[in-house]
């Protein structure tokens, strides 16, 4: 891999991973004693967090490349 590969942006989730969460912690992003944002509810829809985007299925964003 070179400076010319990629983007440079890497993308964290650490409501969704345990590398991700560990590296959040490590790096002062969130702290042991948070919860990690999760702007998804349990129906795979988006929250209130993300107003643009609120009460939209997230599956469906994904298709259609709404959020860019």
Do not use: N
Request: hydrophobic share 35%; glycine share 8%; charged share 25%.
């Amino acid at each position: 891999m070179t400076d010319d590969d990629g983007t440079g942006i890497v993308q964290q989730a650490p409501a969704f991973g345990e590398d991700d969460h560990r590296v959040a912690l490590a790096y002062g992003i969130l702290r042991p004693d948070e919860m990690p944002p999760c702007p998804i509810d349990d129906s795979g829809v988006f929250t209130s967090e993300v107003p643009d985007f609120a009460g939209q299925y997230v599956k469906v964003w994904y298709r259609d490349k709404s959020i860019t």
